[in-house]
């Protein structure tokens, strides 16, 4: 992507003028995306991404600096700021030779996005909007979008790494909306992987139209959720969301070389109960949030964070393993190239027990399900968290009876992980964006069905 030499003399400059680590990141990403209402085409885009993000370290402190001009001149000046900015005197270190970083291809692609015009795309979309509007009258609205990139990437480092990688992605997303009278509710399906167009033929775009009508009008005919505190059965797959926010982000670096996370310090103490194991996974072939390599050349790798309740290891970036004197995991991610990559998830999720989830349910006198989970909010210095319930019901004497809405989930994410008393052997992924310091990235997050003993729930009593 950019002549050797040229990379040589950039990450030079940054330690003659004051570094003692410097790293270049390439990007050449080229997107398009589709959007749909009501069965029209609005708009079509596409764009190209093409940059450098240039960094310096001294000790633990840290400079960033990007450009889209990637001339010689631009990106020598670009490193000599860096370098001054940390405000050293001294060249404290040498260029490190380069050894090219090989590793076993494993995210297969077979039809990259260039390859494919936008009508079979198109089609798909049409798929989805038909299995959505057709599911029920109540439906009033559906949004259908399709997105696609094929990015290629080097990292190269005054430490000897020098990695190359591309990476393809696409997603399919419905948004359903069901109304009744002055009332709306949505529903959503939104499958993606680390695939080319191909996996417009691995998938139903009807049924996962339909699926996301079937959310909304369930929901729009649904009571008030009761409020209190009860027990929390909570699904497998989009369940996974309250893992990755309450506890995976509290797991990550960012926040533990900081010491504001409630899990810093805690590596081989009980965080959990017994039966929860925790891992991050960005080795799974073609998994949404799956790389071959970080955004600093290190590989992917399978990092087991929780293991029987035990705290086995955290999410670390190269900056954070400064901080905490730890190494790298493979886990350095970030949005583009304008900004600095730092610790991140890929796929997390809760492995599987060996509990079956309608025994779970049975043994449950009466509690809430949570099917579905939405968007909500965390503190990773607390702990603390509320989500939505997209999709709930009462449990009832050991029954799934009525649909409810509006429920909230609220609580800490230390205390939960303590009080998950059952874990089911259903394990599955939902993909999402996760967004923290360095931008929004493809993330999958999964588990099993699991119970709460006891957990808030808001919503109305009646």
Request: hydrophobic fraction near 35%; charged fraction near 25%.
């Amino acid at each position: 992507m950019l002549d050797q030499n040229l990379i040589h003399d950039t990450l030079s400059a940054i330690l003659e003028n004051g570094g003692d680590f410097g790293e270049l990141f390439v990007e050449n990403r080229i997107s398009s995306a589709i959007d749909m209402t009501d069965g029209a085409v609005e708009t079509i885009r596409s764009g190209r991404t093409y940059g450098a993000g240039i960094r310096g370290f001294l000790g633990a402190k840290s400079v960033y600096a990007y450009t889209n001009d990637l001339s010689k001149d631009a990106l020598i000046q670009t490193a000599v700021n860096v370098g001054k900015a940390l405000k050293s005197s001294d060249r404290t270190k040498d260029m490190v030779q380069w050894s090219k970083n090989e590793y076993p291809i494993i995210h297969y692609i077979h039809l990259f996005p260039s390859e494919i015009r936008k009508e079979p795309k198109v089609s798909a979309m049409r798929l989805a909007h038909e299995g959505a509007s057709n599911y029920s009258d109540l439906i009033s609205q559906v949004q259908v979008w399709f997105v696609d990139y094929d990015q290629e990437i080097l990292v190269a480092n005054t430490e000897g790494i020098w990695a190359e990688d591309r990476r393809v992605r696409t997603r399919l997303m419905v948004q359903a909306v069901a109304s009744k009278g002055s009332e709306k509710e949505t529903g959503f399906e939104g499958p993606g992987a680390a695939k080319g167009t191909e996996f417009l033929q691995e998938i139903d775009p009807k049924r996962a139209g339909a699926e996301a009508a079937r959310v909304a009008s369930r929901m729009i005919q649904a009571t008030h959720a009761p409020a209190g505190t009860m027990p929390v059965i909570i699904s497998n797959a989009f369940g996974g969301v309250i893992f990755h926010e309450a506890c995976g982000h509290s797991l990550e670096a960012t926040s533990v070389a900081k010491g504001s996370s409630v899990f810093a310090g805690k590596l081989g103490q009980k965080i959990a109960a017994e039966c929860v194991s925790a891992v991050d996974d960005g080795t799974i072939a073609n998994a949404w949030g799956s790389n071959h390599l970080d955004d600093e050349g290190v590989p992917t790798q399978r990092n087991i964070l929780i293991e029987q309740g035990i705290l086995k290891g955290y999410l670390v970036d190269k900056l954070g393993g400064r901080k905490m004197k730890m190494e790298p995991t493979g886990c350095s991610r970030r949005q583009d190239y304008q900004l600095a990559p730092t610790s991140r998830m890929s796929n997390t999720f809760i492995m599987p027990g060996k509990d079956i989830p309608e025994e779970i349910i049975a043994d449950t006198e009466y509690g809430l399900y949570a099917k579905k989970l939405g968007g909500g909010s965390v503190m990773p210095e607390t702990g603390e968290f509320n989500f939505s319930v997209n999709e709930g019901y009462l449990i009832e004497k050991g029954r799934i009876t009525k649909p409810v809405r509006g429920a909230t989930l609220i609580g800490k994410g230390h205390e939960i992980l303590l009080k998950i008393d059952r874990v089911a052997n259903d394990l599955a992924f939902a993909q999402g964006n996760c967004g923290s310091l360095s931008g929004s990235v493809p993330a999958s997050l999964g588990q099993p069905t699991i119970r709460v003993s006891e957990m808030i729930v808001g919503g109305r009593n009646e």
